[in-house]
């Protein structure tokens, strides 16, 4: 039997004794052990008191003696209600290590048992026993203030025996704490925290800094811990030392792991923010420089690029230094030296392989490029480091036995990535975009898309997701190039590329995807269809000419998505969107051009209008009623309309008025069950238009009213059966008749509102005469106005301020002051000129008979002048 189980014994021959970990207790063993020779009897309490004895001179080997005993005796591992005593026993040996370095061997053993599984005796001791448990695992961080090394790598070794801990020997009586009991009651105790700190002990001792990131590494995998550890300002203190001289490498290694842990496992604002100083941006950049030019190995290239992840996290942060430290210049250097010849000495003879480290840093260098371009102080660096034209040696058609640096599918997934990269990238470098003939070469390599050049795409990336065996992929990404472009609104970019023949261009491009159609590519061909439509919308808006060229063929697409399924257009899956993009380019490429309109028509373009609108979905109703009102300009356009019939023989007529009643239920207009209305003062008033209070808006704002009209559809539904004339209108209801009346009175109920503004002013002016006629009516409005100004003031004040009165005192006036103010001169005759005495609080005018006088100055004995009358 082991000394363990000799306690178990003794305890169980006590009933009703249960004594807690603050309790002296008494270790004793059984004499059979005795007689076996495993241990002697020992008292907890009694080498506590030996060790804080200090008076005697030969208390030194008696201490040592003790101290080694207590290690022998709990060899298999340390008893949950043992292990207050013990970690005091531990606090003691360590306090004595500066004056007797004899100390540092025990309590090394100590903590060589502290490594060790805890024991428990019932099952209940992991609860019963947490909190001394949590506060001996802390004391283990405050134990590391201890100037001794030893000591240090010892307790690191302690805590990641916490994450490895190997089982001993089952002992009878006492179980074994479950694996994770060491790593929660660290949580509970803060340890992260202090070990933390500790760092900043060790700044000159590489061996313990090496230890104690071995220990953070393993504590940041908990998300508790790494809460602890960025409250310490963790991050910071990491990175700031990711440079310092370290043969083994581990450093940069174990502090990259901890910052990763920091950014996935606690709040990775707060983690940026402690990364975004010079002095941390700094240390990245000179760590992620020597790795670029100096790293060759497989982990320097892995590690290289974990730091470049890190930076563009980073980078995020609109008050991160980038620029400031030179970090952004050289990221643009490392992004393009490859396209780009370059003679800057960092890159000079440098060249990336196709090795899978050097292809992912050459996406993550592009990724980068797109946060950077964020900030506009970079734009002058993408000019200088030619980011424009480095980009656009990937948008060409693959030439035929001419030897790359990277494999087929390597170079396709770089070609996606850097149009994407150009989609942001570009509409900022206008004149780099167009100095590189920008759309000469997106166009001719959109022309090779759309051809039947043999292409196997590989489409394994995310940017290739839907473009496997096939060019839609290239085809996607370089469209959107084209609308990013076409949406600045440049003319200069705008024209040139209708001068190229883009409008033409695209709509072949369309014609023939039509028949590429099939469900597994469906997704990426909607895209495209709907983009080409928004460049199409771009190009031709406010251009008659561009609407010309658009013509009978770009009608003939619109109409063929008009024609589209409406379950299709119901279920998603891209159809909504590209029902958009098709009523976007009937109001910028049909609307306006009369041939177009006529074409439109005749191919019974409305028909297919109004049986979108019968959809009911609100979504589209208000883009499709903008687009009648405009259609219905054209004298031809009435005769469509009162000819359409949708389901159960419905009129066009009768769609609008249904319209109208479904849109005044949503806003919550009082009619009653026939239709009529409630409320003869606010016909029209909502609901929400009741309950919301009156709020004062920036004159950039358009007003409640404004907004009325143009987010609800009752205007454009007056609109288009105004200019049916609201007469000999087929398939109505008697109901259908009485919101007629409403609909046709819309407008007389709006000028009503008129009257109301005007009835409000003339109030105004007549409060306004009062005041000015009456003293006592006068008074009491500069009292409210008064109190108005006081509640209206802000009540906080903030310490160390200045108020200044924003009140002139004695003001005789009721009428605020506006932000311009008109002043009258006074005549120089009262006054004497500009350079006269212009204190006029000591001089009183005279007044007789109501009017001024003429008055002249006389000087008095102190040499003041004096006004008399003349």
Not at 452 to 461: A, T, V
Request: aromatic fraction near 6%; proline fraction near 4%; include cysteine.
């Amino acid at each position: 039997m082991s000394a363990v189980e000799a306690t178990v014994t003794a305890e169980a021959q006590e009933p009703g004794s249960r004594n807690k970990s603050i309790t002296p207790r008494q270790v004793s063993v059984t004499e059979d052990e005795e007689k076996q020779g495993a241990f002697k009897p020992m008292d907890l309490n009694r080498v506590m008191k030996l060790l804080e004895d200090n008076d005697k001179d030969d208390l030194e080997e008696k201490q040592l003696k003790s101290v080694k005993k207590l290690v022998q005796y709990y060899q298999n591992g340390l008893p949950l209600r043992d292990l207050a005593q013990i970690f005091k026993i531990l606090n003691l040996c360590a306090g004595k290590i500066e004056n007797q370095p004899q100390f540092i061997e025990p309590a090394c053993d100590i903590l060589k048992l502290c490594g060790l599984p805890f024991l428990k005796k019932k099952v209940s001791d992991e609860i019963t026993y947490a909190e001394d448990t949590a506060i001996s695992i802390a004391l283990l961080g405050d134990l590391m203030k201890i100037p001794s090394s030893e000591l240090r790598i010892q307790i690191c070794k302690c805590i990641v025996d916490f994450y490895h801990a190997e089982p001993k020997k089952h002992i009878p009586g006492y179980q074994q704490a479950s694996s994770s009991y060491k790593i929660k009651m660290a949580e509970v105790g803060g340890l992260a925290k202090t070990m933390v700190q500790s760092m900043t002990l060790l700044e000159n001792q590489l061996v313990e800094k090496l230890w104690v990131l071995k220990v953070l590494q393993h504590l940041s995998t908990s998300e508790v811990n790494c809460t602890l550890m960025m409250k310490a300002q963790a991050a910071s203190g990491i990175c700031v030392h990711l440079n310092d001289p370290d043969p083994s490498g581990q450093l940069l290694f174990r502090s990259s792991e901890i910052l990763w842990n920091l950014l996935e496992k606690s709040s990775k604002e707060e983690i940026i923010q402690q990364l975004s100083n010079l002095e941390c941006l700094l240390t990245l950049k000179e760590v992620f420089k020597n790795l670029f030019t100096r790293g060759f190995s497989h982990y320097d290239r892995q590690l290289r690029n974990d730091i470049l992840v890190i930076t563009t996290i980073i980078a995020q942060n609109p008050g991160a230094p980038m620029i400031e430290c030179g970090f952004t210049r050289d990221l643009i250097l490392f992004a393009t030296f490859n396209e780009v010849k370059s003679q800057n000495p960092l890159v000079k003879g440098l060249k990336l392989s196709n090795s899978c480290e050097d292809f992912e840093l050459k996406k993550l260098l592009f990724n980068i490029i797109v946060i950077l371009c964020k900030d506009l102080p970079t734009v002058q660096l993408l000019i200088d480091g030619k980011v424009v034209l480095a980009l656009f040696t990937y948008i060409k058609k693959p030439e035929k036995h001419k030897i790359i640096e990277w494999s087929a599918a390597q170079h396709e997934e770089l070609q996606l990535h850097a149009i994407a990269t150009l989609s942001s990238v570009a509409p900022l470098l206008i004149e780099e975009y167009m100095s590189c003939q920008g759309n000469a070469r997106v166009l001719a390599f959109l022309e090779w898309c759309d051809s039947e050049d043999p292409f196997i795409s590989q489409g394994n990336s995310f940017h290739g997701a839907g473009g496997r065996g096939n060019k839609f992929a290239q085809m996607r990404y370089s469209l959107r190039l084209l609308r990013a472009m076409v949406y600045l609104e440049d003319e200069t970019v705008n024209t040139d590329l209708c001068e190229k023949g883009t409008i033409q261009q695209l709509i072949g491009i369309f014609k023939n995807i039509i028949s590429k159609t099939n469900e597994k590519e469906e997704a990426i061909i909607l895209e495209i269809q709907s983009d080409i439509l928004l460049i199409l919308s771009g190009l031709c808006e406010h251009h008659i000419q561009r609407k010309e060229i658009f013509g009978t063929e770009g009608v003939d697409i619109v109409l063929h998505v008009m024609k589209t399924d409406p379950k299709k257009i119901q279920s998603g899956l891209g159809y909504n969107v590209l029902l958009f993009s098709t009523l976007d380019s009937i109001w910028c490429c049909i609307l306006g051009c009369y041939s177009s309109e006529d074409y439109f028509l005749e191919k019974e373009g409305i028909f297919l209008l109004l049986d979108v609108l019968a959809l009911n979905q609100k979504k589209f109703c208000n883009l499709i009623l903008g687009i009648m009102v405009e259609f219905c300009d054209n004298p031809k356009t009435s005769a469509h309309v009162n000819a359409w019939r949708g389901k159960k023989d419905q009129t066009a007529a009768s769609l609008l008025i249904k319209l109208w009643r479904k849109e005044e239920k949503e806003l919550g207009v009082k009619r009653d069950k026939n239709g009529k209305i409630i409320d003869t003062k606010k016909p029209l008033f909502t609901s929400f238009q009741e309950e919301q209070k009156i709020m004062p808006l920036p004159a950039n704002c358009p007003s409640v009213a404004v907004m009325d009209i143009a987010e609800n559809i009752r205007a454009k539904i007056y609109a288009v059966l105004g200019k049916l004339d609201f007469e000999n209108l087929p398939g109505l209801s008697a109901e259908d008749f009485v919101t007629l009346c409403i609909i046709h009175r819309y407008l007389d109920f709006k000028i009503q509102a008129t009257h109301k503004q005007r009835d409000l002013a003339n109030k105004s002016w007549e409060n306004f005469l009062a005041r000015t006629s009456n003293a006592k009516t006068l008074k009491k409005a500069k009292r409210l106005q008064e109190k108005a100004i006081e509640s209206s003031k802000y009540k906080g004040q903030p310490q160390n301020t200045i108020l200044h009165r924003t009140v002139i005192k004695g003001l005789n006036t009721t009428v605020p002051s506006g932000g311009v103010v008109t002043v009258e001169s006074t005549p120089v005759r009262l006054l004497g000129g500009p350079l006269a005495d212009t204190d006029l609080a000591l001089k009183k005018l005279p007044i007789r008979g109501g009017a001024l006088q003429r008055v002249k100055a006389i000087k008095i004995g102190n040499g003041q002048n004096k006004s008399i009358p003349s």
